[in-house]
C-alpha cells in the first residue's frame, strides 16, 4: 500500500495537468479567433451607450 500511494499521487498530478493544459489550449484558441469579434462587440457597445434610449 505504501508503495502504491506515490504513483497514485503522480498520476493524479499527472491528470489534473493535463486537464490544465486542455484548458489552456481551448481557452487560447478561443481568445485568439474571439479577439476581433470581442473588439467588435466592445465598439457596438460604446457606440449603443452613446444613443439615446427611448427609455
Not at 479577439?35 to 451607450?49: D, G
Request: proline share 7%; aromatic share 26%; charged share 15%.
Amino acid at each position: 500500500m505504501p508503495q502504491m500511494f506515490p504513483s497514485y499521487h503522480m498520476l493524479i498530478f499527472l491528470m489534473f495537468l493535463l486537464v490544465f493544459f486542455f484548458f489552456f489550449c481551448s481557452m487560447y484558441w478561443q481568445g485568439y479567433s474571439l479577439i476581433p469579434s470581442v473588439k467588435k462587440s466592445l465598439k457596438e457597445n460604446s457606440s449603443m451607450e452613446k444613443k439615446n434610449y427611448p427609455w
